[in-house]
């Protein structure tokens, strides 16, 4: 048996694990753990179900796991707690997404990194630490330009009768849904954000249709004035993306940044391929 390294980026969605063993890595993909919606035992089923069997006789000595709401530290201790009783590797860090965006787009550099995924997030790096972060508020009351943020408003959209003709029919081609079951799957439901966040793709389905444009531009919008705005180095320093929303909207992020006369930096629909090579 060989002595591995298990690198996690979690987000609430979905989340990515590369097993690194030498030069090979290997994939694995699992359902997001955010610790603000799942308990330890919760966390540990998830990962003695879909992802132990995948991992063979691989025997993990260090574990980098990077996730949503792990910035806060009982959050943190709670995904730590349920990795210690799945794996006995010698090493285990648990730190936040957006350190994992970090250093997945930047390395050992300097710059703005932002998460536009289910959720959204933005800091500034310095290349080694996270020197100034501005936490995101969540679904209800923050996480601008996210894909539960741009799925709020498709649904809003749709409940007001704001679409015109040709996009309702869509709309209820596509999801064959009713106010009821919106409004309980939001409301009494668990994971709204991720309910939420599964309307986003009818956005870059319907490209090019005026509402769904402003719809696009508006949420991104927000999250530039809100957040990137809010680091003097955005001026100076590149900004740089990951996440779904980031790379199926790169065209508009990348209209912003010069609008806002910011330094487009990379734009990258997952920080995995960074995250191996930095633990590599």
């Given at each position: 048996?060989?002595?591995?390294?298990?690198?996690?980026?979690?987000?609430?969605?979905?989340?990515?694990?590369?097993?690194?063993?030498?030069?090979?890595?290997?994939?694995?993909?699992?359902?997001?753990?955010?610790?603000y919606?799942?308990?330890?035992?919760?966390?540990?089923?998830?990962?003695?179900n879909?992802?132990?069997?995948?991992?063979?006789?691989?025997?993990?000595?260090e574990?980098?796991?990077?996730?949503?709401?792990?910035?806060?530290?009982?959050?943190?201790?709670?995904?730590?707690?349920?990795?210690?009783?799945?794996?006995?590797?010698?090493?285990?860090?648990?730190?936040?997404?957006?350190?994992?965006?970090?250093?997945?787009?930047?390395g050992?550099?300097k710059?703005?990194?932002?998460?536009?995924?289910?959720?959204?997030?933005?800091?500034?790096?310095?290349?080694?630490?996270?020197?100034?972060?501005?936490?995101?508020?969540?679904?209800?009351?923050?996480?601008?330009?996210?894909?539960?943020?741009?799925?709020?408003?498709?649904v809003?959209?749709?409940?007001?009768?704001?679409?015109?003709?040709?996009?309702?029919?869509?709309?209820?081609?596509?999801?064959?849904?009713?106010?009821?079951?919106?409004?309980?799957?939001?409301?009494?439901?668990?994971?709204?954000?991720?309910?939420?966040?599964?309307?986003?793709?009818?956005?870059?389905?319907?490209?090019?249709?005026?509402m769904?444009?402003?719809?696009?531009?508006?949420?991104?919008?927000?999250?530039?004035?809100?957040?990137?705005?809010?680091?003097?180095?955005?001026?100076?320093?590149?900004?740089?993306?990951?996440?779904?929303?980031?790379?199926?909207?790169?065209?508009?992020?990348?209209?912003?940044?010069?609008?806002?006369?910011?330094?487009?930096?990379?734009?990258?629909?997952?920080p995995?391929?960074?995250?191996s090579?930095?633990?590599?």
């Open positions: 048996m060989s002595l591995v390294k298990l690198i996690a980026d979690s987000g609430a969605t979905k989340a990515e694990w590369c097993l690194i063993n030498g030069k090979k890595k290997k994939s694995i993909f699992t359902q997001g753990i955010s610790p919606f799942l308990n330890t035992n919760q966390i540990s089923a998830i990962l003695r879909e992802l132990l069997p995948f991992l063979g006789k691989a025997e993990v000595g574990i980098y796991y990077y996730g949503t709401g792990c910035i806060n530290i009982p959050n943190a201790n709670i995904v730590k707690k349920a990795l210690k009783s799945v794996f006995k590797a010698g090493k285990i860090e648990v730190t936040h997404d957006v350190m994992g965006a970090a250093r997945g787009l930047y050992d550099d710059g703005v990194a932002c998460i536009l995924g289910t959720g959204s997030s933005a800091c500034y790096y310095n290349g080694k630490k996270i020197t100034n972060n501005k936490p995101g508020l969540g679904y209800v009351l923050g996480d601008e330009g996210s894909g539960a943020y741009l799925g709020k408003k498709v809003q959209y749709y409940l007001y009768e704001t679409f015109d003709e040709e996009l309702n029919g869509r709309f209820e081609l596509k999801f064959n849904t009713s106010k009821d079951i919106i409004l309980d799957n939001v409301y009494k439901k668990p994971m709204a954000n991720r309910y939420l966040a599964s309307f986003a793709p009818f956005l870059s389905e319907n490209r090019g249709h005026y769904v444009e402003n719809i696009i531009e508006d949420s991104l919008n927000d999250f530039f004035f809100q957040h990137i705005c809010k680091f003097r180095e955005s001026w100076t320093q590149p900004v740089s993306f990951v996440g779904g929303i980031s790379y199926y909207f790169k065209d508009v992020l990348q209209d912003l940044c010069s609008s806002y006369e910011f330094t487009m930096g990379k734009i990258l629909k997952n995995m391929e960074g995250l090579e930095y633990h590599k």
